[in-house]
T-cell receptor
């Protein structure tokens, strides 16, 4: 079946603009995670959802970052008033319930560049 | 916050050689996962470990969940050119948390 998809794959925006990054998880996966990955580093946790409920947003850097998953499927990560330091690869992952539910499957990511 | 120390940072090996890499933490993890990432792609799950002392294989890959629950090891036997990539360890801390903490990766280069 289809894996995790993310759009856009690349986004270039000017400083101060808002951006919305989209994630479509594996069909039927209950949990959805957002991570940010800097060059040469592993992914760093931002936030996650079970169904439509945001369970943990402790990794969001500041209040310019927000995420939603209103119908328990597709999720949007929004960054308001972007700054150059927001430039990174943003990755989404999803996992199922039951056995193996801690196994997260990643999408290809969105490369965000703030100029 | 919790950190994972992954080593080595990079490895250059000859095709056919075996490879070992490891991750250590100052705190306990309940789950260890190993991922491989290739250029332009997201991390791909290789092996998941759930019990201290567990040894799990996936083809030429073998991973172990350390008995102290603070470390994990990944071995690749008889390396081939397509093993090239960045290998990440990831741990899920104890308790109900589901998010993963990642190591900084091991860049593997396989020389023909």
């Amino acid at each position: 079946g289809a894996g995790v998809s993310q759009s856009p794959r690349y986004k270039v925006t000017k400083r101060g603009q808002d951006v919305a990054l989209r994630c479509d998880p594996i069909s039927g996966h209950v949990s959805l995670y957002w991570y940010r990955q800097a060059l040469g580093q592993g992914p760093e946790f931002l936030t996650y959802f079970n169904y439509e409920a945001q369970q943990d947003k402790s990794g969001l850097p500041n209040d310019r970052f927000s995420a939603e998953r209103p119908e328990g499927s597709i999720s949007t990560l929004t960054i308001q008033r972007t700054e150059q330091r927001d430039s990174a690869m943003y990755r989404c992952a999803s996992s199922s319930t039951g056995g193996g539910s801690y196994e997260q499957y990643f999408g290809p990511g969105t490369r965000l560049t703030v100029t | 916050g919790q950190q994972l120390n992954q080593s080595p940072q990079s490895m250059f090996i000859q095709e056919g050689e075996d490879v070992s890499m490891n991750c250590t933490s100052s705190s306990i993890f309940n789950t260890w996962l190993w991922y491989k990432q290739e250029p332009g792609e997201g991390p791909v799950l290789l092996i998941a470990l759930y019990k201290a002392g567990e040894l799990t294989s996936n083809g030429r890959l073998t991973a172990q969940f350390g008995i102290t629950r603070k470390d994990s090891f990944l071995n690749i036997s008889a390396s081939i050119p397509s093993d090239v990539g960045i290998y990440f360890c990831a741990g899920r801390p104890s308790g109900s948390a589901r998010q993963l903490t990642f190591g900084s990766g091991t860049q593997l280069t396989v020389l023909p």
